[in-house]
């Protein structure tokens, strides 16, 4: 398709979608709706096996980002080891907080969701909503850092566990 060439992502290419995870563009579609057309990226999802269709113009808009170079994977892998700051008390805030940073997408805004929960965890037990955003950020992170690297999710899992617990 012609139209295709003209987006910013290409079939085949491995993508991050916000709080969904690593996907990969399988197919540029263009589908009628309303008696115009638009072209789709069709991303398949690896975490959740799905496949969704994405606005083509509205990627940018979603946070559809590629994922990082290998530095920025390594500078993730650290960035968790930094020293975290002191989350608000309330449940509610904070996770409202780390919700919002984990929309925001960047593999530093992840690695900040994994680091201070993982703290918050080992001082009082999370309430199951933080638990719940507490894996899905860590599987988001070990995703992309591991597509990022070539390396697998176990692998990265662990290197992951360990730089925690140091």
Known sequence: MSKARNCKYKINEQIVYPSQGVGKITDIVEKEFRENKFLYYVIYLHFSDMTVLVPVDKADELGIRPIVSKQDAE?????ITEQHTTAPTDWKLRYQMNLDLLKKGSIFD?????????????????PILERKLYEAALNLLQDEIACALGKPKEEIAAVIREKLSD
């Open 110 to 126: 992840i690695s900040t969701v994994v680091r201070s929960l993982y703290f918050r965890s080992k001082v009082k037990e999370l």
């Open 75 to 79: 500078k993730a892998l650290q960035y």
